[in-house]
C-alpha cells in the first residue's frame, strides 16, 4: 500500500507570492492533518480535515487556508508568504478522526524556502 | 492545555548501551502519548503510543515506553543502541476523546549514537 504523499517535496519562493502544497493520503484514509516544522517553533499544527470538513485549526494566521477534496487529497496554501514562513510542511493521514486507536501516517513533507 | 516536555535537546550514547529519552506531559485528563522518530530529510514515523491499555508499551524496533500516571513521565528506553537509531525523537500528546486527531509535540531529542 502506498504511503502518504506530498507534493512538491522542494520548492522555492520570494516574500510576497503565494503556494500551494498538495497531500495524497493514503488510500481509504479520510482525516488528513497538517503541521509546520521549523528549528525555532518545532512541530506545530496547523488544521486538521475529515470528510471534506475542517475539524480542527492551529494559532495562524489566516494566510495559512487548507481544503480536502472527495477523495481525500488536501490541499495547503499560504498567501503573501513572509521569510518566517520557510519551514518543513508534514501531512498526516489516519482512518479516521480522534480515534485512540488510529494511527496517523507521515508524509515526508514539503521543504518550503522563501526567498 | 496539554503539553509535552522533553528534557534534553541532545543525547549521545554508546553504540550498545541503553537508551532513555525522557518526556513528560501536562494533561488535566488521562491523555494519548506518542513517541515518533524523524530521520534525516524524513517524515515522521510511529514508534508506539499509550492509548491507556497497558502502562508498559512496546514499540518497533526493541523500543518501549513507560506510562507512569505519579510521575507525569512516558519515558522511551531502548536496551541497545545500534548505529541506526541515530535521529531525533519526538514525544507528543493528543486531546483524549476529543473528535480531532491533533497533536501537541514536544521540542524534540536528537539522538547520537557513538561507536
Known amino acids: 500500500k502506498a504511503g502518504v504523499t506530498q507534493t512538491p517535496r522542494y520548492l522555492i519562493k520570494t516574500r510576497g507570492q503565494q503556494v500551494t502544497l498538495s497531500c495524497s493520503p493514503i488510500s481509504g484514509h479520510r482525516s488528513v492533518s497538517w503541521y509546520q516544522q521549523t528549528p525555532g517553533q518545532g512541530l506545530q499544527f496547523l488544521f486538521e480535515y475529515f470528510s471534506e470538513t475542517q475539524r480542527n485549526k492551529g494559532n495562524f494566521p489566516g494566510r495559512f487556508s487548507g481544503r480536502q477534496f472527495s477523495n481525500s487529497r488536501s490541499e495547503m496554501n499560504v498567501s503573501t508568504l513572509e521569510l518566517g514562513d520557510s519551514a518543513l510542511y508534514l501531512c498526516?493521514?489516519?482512518?479516521?478522526?480522534?480515534?485512540?486507536?488510529?494511527?496517523?501516517?507521515f508524509g515526508p513533507g514539503t521543504r518550503l524556502t522563501v526567498l | 492545555a496539554q503539553s509535552v516536555t522533553q528534557l534534553g535537546s541532545h543525547v549521545s550514547v554508546s553504540e550498545g548501551a541503553l537508551v532513555l529519552l525522557r518526556c513528560n506531559y501536562s494533561s488535566s485528563v488521562p491523555p494519548y502519548l506518542f513517541w515518533y522518530v524523524q530521520y534525516p530529510n524524513q517524515g515522521l514515523q510511529l514508534l508506539l503510543k499509550y492509548t491507556s491499555a497497558a502502562t508498559l508499551v512496546k514499540g518497533i524496533n526493541g523500543f518501549e515506553a513507560e506510562f507512569k500516571k505519579s510521575e507525569t513521565s512516558f519515558h522511551l528506553t531502548k536496551p541497545s543502541a545500534h548505529m541506526s537509531d541515530a535521529a531525533e525523537y519526538f514525544c507528543?500528546?493528543?486531546?483524549?476523546?476529543?473528535?480531532?486527531?491533533?497533536?501537541?509535540f514536544g521540542t524534540g531529542t536528537l539522538l547520537a549514537v557513538q561507536p
Open positions: 507528543a500528546v493528543s486531546d483524549r476523546g476529543g473528535a480531532t486527531n491533533k497533536l501537541i
Open positions: 498526516a493521514s489516519s482512518w479516521t478522526s480522534g480515534a485512540s486507536t488510529d494511527t496517523q501516517y
